[in-house]
């Protein structure tokens, strides 16, 4: 496998997308570059670049060192482990590359590789491919909370409780009443991503998150959208919804489209407008809109106790961690 810089990866980002799309059984908006590259650059300590491209796909990694004096490798995010370090449809294939590569690089002692389903080929295949003299164990498992957009709106809302459905209709009545609204923005390649982005930071820096410190218009979060959001412009996969009363923005709902489905990425409310139940009235107009366009499958993202009511099923991955003794 041929070593390459985060850099090089960046002007080959269209080319690893591609391959992601033929990946089986991985999170593929977490392992494309518009998630992977923007968390490398703003959420992960200073690491070296540990990217190859082979044959068979990828090895999408980076190296740092612990303390201790550990040599770790470790995805270009492993901020909540979502995205997959191996890229290619031939897991057999590509898990001999990699564990060659594992095998002749002797600059790491313990390789983490999470975003592995499974049930998925990639597990087995690297298992079977890895040299004897390297230990197995398994680490921290990831969940994400996904919902089927099959049906539409209609559809997606019959799959839900009695109470969550009664609560979002009187929650639609009362905002529709004191004249809120919504608005889908759809920033394209010529469109005006950090206009968007302003939009969306004010809003954030009116919410509780805001008001706490613990928004994304703060911090290293702040940076990772900012990195973010263009390159999902570019590519026609942002989806945005905003809650405007008044002429204002009041709420809004950021998400992104790849290989149809949606994944959610954050929302806000303005901290005044609590008592309007606008995140779920956002989801719901969101999931309307992209029902309407095709899409099939909504990624809520990763495990927290509401979301198991918006959502119908889980999508796990493990994390192989690997030993160099």
Known sequence: M??????????????LDRDVLGAPAIDRFCSSSAWVI?????????????IHRGEAGWLVCMRGSHAS???????????WGMACPLIGADAPALAAEVATTFAERRDWNVLLLPGLAPDGPMLPALLRALP????????QSTVRHVASLDGGLDGYLARRSRNLRKAMRAAARDAAADGITFEHVHVGPDGDAAALYRRILAIEARSWKGQEGVGIDQGPMNR???????????????????????????????GAVF???????QFSFDADYERYS??????????????AEGVRRYDLGQEMDYKRRWAEGVFETAMLVVVNR
């Open 38 to 50: 923007p968390a490398a650059r703003a959420l992960m300590p200073a690491r070296r670049s540990w």
């Open 224 to 254: 990772f959208y900012a990195l973010m959001l263009p390159r999902l412009c570019a590519r026609g996969r942002q989806r945005t919804v905003f809650a405007r009363h008044a002429d204002r923005d009041v709420a809004y709902c950021l």
């Open 278 to 291: 606008l995140g779920g009235l956002m989801q719901l107009s969101q999931i309307e809109a992209l029902a």
């Open 259 to 265: 290989d149809g489905e949606y994944r959610g990425l």
């Open 69 to 79: 004096g550990v040599a770790y490798v470790e995805p270009l995010e492993l901020a």
């Open 132 to 139: 004897a003299r390297l230990e197995r164990r398994f680490g």
């Open 2 to 15: 041929r070593a390459m810089s985060l850099d090089q990866l960046e002007a080959h980002s269209d080319e």
